[in-house]
């Protein structure tokens, strides 16, 4: 059974910083691009990031970009989102996804997304 599973997710104080899991089960995770996303209270699924499998590419949003890292250790079968710099505004529930195998190139698109994990909160608080 293809599943996924973040972790790392915590309470963190601003400018503190957090990194994020996703593990994969039941699938090799390197034949995937893997995209992070999140979602705060009452607002939309956001993509973040994500790395492509073919040729390690990676994309970021602008909200995250020079504070966050994604990565992936496919001998692990997981990828990471190192996050550094938090803000308050980074609190959300932080999700990953495998991105649907008729798309090249990864993006920050949810509904470009098969497969996703339960996902994990993340709270940048004082």
Do not use: H
């Not at 090799?28 to 790395?51: H, M, N, V």
């Amino acid at each position: 059974q293809l599943q996924l599973v973040e972790s790392g997710g915590g309470l963190v104080q601003p400018g503190g910083s957090l990194r994020l899991s996703c593990a994969a089960s039941g699938f090799t995770l390197d034949y995937y691009s893997i995209g992070w996303f999140r979602q705060a209270p009452g607002k939309e699924r956001e993509g973040i990031s994500c790395i492509n499998s073919s040729d390690g590419s990676t994309y970021y949003a602008d909200a995250v970009k020079g504070r966050f890292t994604i990565s992936r250790n496919d001998a692990k079968n997981t990828v990471y989102l190192q996050m550094n710099s938090l803000k308050p505004d980074d609190t959300a529930v932080y999700f990953c996804a495998t991105l649907g195998i008729t798309y090249y190139f990864c993006s920050g698109q949810p509904d470009e997304y098969d497969y996703w994990g339960q996902g994990t909160q993340v709270t940048v608080s004082s």
